[in-house]
């Protein structure tokens, strides 16, 4: 990698693809010597369900890279700086897992209710399934707990400024 690129320069392929090998040697080193986490504990396993995302993400655009095929690459390395604005945040909010649950749930809601309207066909069997009305439940009970709590959803933008990665959210959202 170009040791003198300017911050608001950007960095070339060949230089991204040089940082996600060295990335992933160095994960894989770090997980092979004795990687260590509590299962049990919300933090540790969404953390490590993150990172192993963001690894996979760095594999798929070194794949890409390497077959030239350039066209997912951004949208990949996107979701990638998401997972990686969500580790951050782990880091540094010890109750920042609520917010995943959060989101998973508000998307989960979401879907049970599109499926119990009937009105869309790729759901057809979701809404037949007995365990829809529970499902519902769950989810909205969920929401609802966390609700009282003041926790939520949060958006992109909110997720990055926690996560310190303003500039890098402005950026993406300029491309996106």
Known sequence: MADNNAPDEPITLQELTALLELSLDCAVRACTNGLRFDFDEPRHRYSILLLWTVLDYARD??????????????????????????????????????????????????????????KNPVLNDLSADELLPIGRQKYAQELKALQSKGVKKLDIDERFKRAGLCRASCQVGQNA
């Open 61 to 118: 655009v070194m794949a890409l890279s390497h077959a030239t095929r350039y066209g997912a690459i951004s949208t990949i390395t996107r979701s990638a700086l998401d997972a990686y604005a969500d580790i951050a945040n782990l880091g540094d909010h010890p109750d920042y897992w609520q917010h995943l649950v959060a989101a998973d749930a508000s998307k989960w809601k979401q879907l049970l209710e599109r499926a119990s309207s009937g």
